[in-house]
């Protein structure tokens, strides 16, 4: 069965602080891909990133940063000297691929970053 | 560029009545799917479509019928409102099946049921 757990219910911090959100997945596929996203206050998802599991690469995005450890089946999302417009709920979310294309997500983490 | 427009943006309901909602793309995706987004569950994945005349079922189909006439319009349909549909539906779409795709979301339709 594919889970995604993310702990972190929700998470406050003071604007300028880092934080990172972490993403354990469950899977037994042997290629898969992770994705975050993010739900701002007005309620749409965007797309943030995609990672496959055969690239293990730590990826950075300006003050977004990731890194994905296949060893311990985690994809934590670190947002560095936080602002307040990264406040949001944000969802890790995994795919498996195989005759359909399902998103399987995590409860989500509700970010908020006080001025 | 529209991408993936949902309507109504907001709905209330009486239990038992039926209701459509409306999904539409115009990126000429393949793929598309309904989600319902509930408060500490995520979004949990009601059906989808893999191209024209194609549906099926998700995790949480039951109380929702969809189909898929054209490439461009995936509705979904409330049989029988129950209080329990009370969520917030999304509709999403991405060029084909393959599990690299990144979804495109619509911007959400938030249905009470009373």
């Known amino acids: 069965a594919q889970k995604v757990t993310q702990a972190q219910t929700e998470i406050s911090v003071v604007e300028k602080e880092d934080v990172t959100l972490d993403c354990v997945y469950e899977?037994?596929?042997?290629?898969?891909?992770l994705f975050w996203y993010k739900q701002p206050p007005s309620g749409e998802l965007v797309f943030l990133i995609r990672?496959?599991?055969?690239?293990?690469q730590n990826e950075i995005s300006g003050r977004y940063s990731w890194n994905f450890q296949k060893s311990t089946s985690s994809f934590n999302f670190t947002i560095t000297a936080s602002q307040v417009v990264d406040s949001a709920v944000y969802f890790c979310?995994?795919?498996?691929?195989?005759?359909?294309?399902?998103?399987?997500f995590g409860t989500g983490t509700l970010l908020a970053v006080q001025p | 560029n529209a991408g993936v427009t949902q309507t109504p943006k907001f709905q209330v309901l009486k239990t038992g009545q039926s209701m459509t909602l409306q999904c539409a793309q115009d990126?000429?995706?393949?793929?598309m799917s309904w989600y319902r987004q509930d408060p500490g569950m995520g979004l949990r994945l009601i059906h989808y479509s893999v191209g024209a005349g194609i549906t099926d079922q998700g995790e949480v189909p039951n109380g929702y019928n969809v189909s898929r006439s054209t490439t461009e319009d995936f509705p979904l349909r409330l049989l029988s409102a129950a209080p329990s549909q009370t969520s917030v539906y999304f509709c999403?779409?991405?060029?084909?099946?393959?599990?690299?795709?990144?979804?495109?979301f619509g911007d959400g339709t938030r249905l009470s049921i009373l």
């Open positions: 990672r496959n599991s055969f690239d293990e």
């Open positions: 999403a779409s991405s060029p084909d099946r393959a599990a690299w795709q990144p979804q495109h």
């Open positions: 899977t037994r596929d042997t290629t898969y891909y």
């Open positions: 990126m000429n995706h393949e793929y």
């Open positions: 979310a995994l795919d498996g691929g195989g005759a359909t294309n399902k998103l399987i």
